[in-house]
């Protein structure tokens, strides 16, 4: 069964700082990933996807994740962040074969401070 | 609605109570999917359904839950003899095709608190 593992679950910076998020996953076979991030008081919303290609994928609000098969991994960045990301950020796999539902991780609260 | 709508936004009922949760998806979108999420938690898959595909009934966890959906269109999702553990946000989302063709549309949730 496919699982999302995040290993940060809160994470306080200073504006302007860098941030990367962790996301690994456990499933052998041809995967879709995901980004989604849920703002205080706002519903989930996607971020970014990766389906195939260019395993650097770029997103909305300056984000970017980069697909690593070998190491299972979907880490989530930005280069410097603002207090308007203050957000939850799940990642989330599907796999092509078995359950056509997305699996998510657990959820990182990010905090920027002014 | 232009987005997922589901009703009600909260609700708090008692222990041994029955509940019923819905959910309006996007009109044309063929995927439905519920999901929970306890407090300081993730979303923990429930179920999905595919256009006239049998639903993925695999993450319901108990047979205290049960969900149905009317063609394309409404979902209900409904929890009889509810317990405490049973308190989180339920989430509704839905999809154009399958989750493997783009991304999930969410609704606000609704939050259901058991005493």
């Known amino acids: 069964a496919q699982s999302v593992s995040q290993h940060n679950h809160h994470v306080i910076l200073s504006e302007a700082a860098s941030l990367e998020l962790g996301c690994n996953y456990s499933y052998g076979g041809t995967v879709n990933l995901f980004w989604y991030v849920q703002y205080p008081g706002q519903h989930l919303q996607l971020l970014l996807k990766?389906?195939?290609?260019?395993?650097l994928v770029k997103g909305i609000k300056g984000f970017e994740a980069e697909f690593i098969k070998s190491k299972f991994s979907f880490n989530l960045r930005k280069p410097s962040v603002q207090w308007s990301d203050t957000a939850e950020y799940f990642c989330a796999v599907n796999a092509h074969t078995g359950r056509r539902a997305l699996t998510f991780g657990s959820g990182t609260r990010l905090q920027v401070q002014p | 609605g232009a987005g997922v709508s589901q009703s009600p936004s909260n609700k708090v009922t008692e222990k041994g109570k029955d509940v019923e949760l819905r959910c309006d998806p996007i009109?044309?979108?063929?995927?439905l999917y519920w999901y929970r999420q306890r407090l300081g938690q993730g979303l923990e898959f429930l179920i999905y359904?595919?256009?006239?595909?049998?639903?993925?009934k695999s993450g319901l966890p108990s047979d205290r839950f049960s969900a149905e959906r009317t063609g394309e269109s409404v979902s209900t999702l409904t929890i009889q003899r509810t317990q405490q553990e049973d308190s989180a946000v339920y989430l509704c989302?839905?999809?154009?095709?399958?989750?493997?063709?783009?991304?999930?549309?969410f609704g606000e949730g609704s939050r259901l608190t058991v005493l």
């Open positions: 989302a839905s999809s154009l095709g399958g989750v493997g063709t783009g991304e999930l549309f």
């Open positions: 359904f595919q256009g006239n595909s049998a639903p993925d």
């Open positions: 990766y389906f195939s290609g260019d395993p």
């Open positions: 009109s044309g979108h063929t995927a």
